[in-house]
């Protein structure tokens, strides 16, 4: 069984950073694109940045600048750098990852989610 376990979140000041993380464990043969997404308040959702397993990566127009996807392979994990914070950045953040099992079943993976809050 996959899992995806998430880590990071908390409260932090407009203009500070947080660094969210987002490990894969469980039966896995290959990771392909992560990702992170962000719901806010009355169920809208945005996707805030995606990279895949080339290392390819594309964000919202929102945080470009601002935050930075990265992924080390060899631990299943990915990381969402988020700087200069603003209070439209408060959302609750899930990971994801399309995902191979060893048992050769492919399928999109999902964090429990954590939450970001920016504000004085």
């Known amino acids: 069984q996959v899992q995806l376990v998430e880590?990071?979140?908390g409260l932090v000041?407009?203009?500070?950073?947080?660094?969210?993380?987002?490990?894969?464990?469980?039966?896995i043969f290959h990771v392909y694109a992560m990702g992170w997404y962000r719901h806010f308040p009355g169920n809208q959702r945005e996707l805030v940045a995606r990279i895949t397993d080339g290392d390819?990566?594309?964000?919202?127009?929102?945080?470009?600048?601002?935050?930075?996807?990265?992924r080390d392979n060899a631990k299943n994990t990915v990381y969402l750098q988020m700087?200069?914070?603003?209070?439209?950045?408060?959302?609750?953040?899930?990971?994801?990852?399309?995902i191979t099992s060893s048992e050769g079943f492919r399928g999109d993976y999902w964090g429990q989610g954590t939450q970001v809050t920016v504000s004085s």
């Open 7 to 9: 880590s990071g979140g």
């Open 13 to 27: 000041q407009p203009g500070g950073s947080l660094r969210l993380s987002c490990a894969a464990s469980g039966s």
């Open 56 to 70: 390819s990566t594309n964000y919202a127009d929102s945080v470009k600048g601002r935050f930075t996807i990265s």
């Open 83 to 98: 700087s200069s914070l603003k209070p439209e950045d408060t959302a609750v953040y899930y990971c994801t990852a399309d």
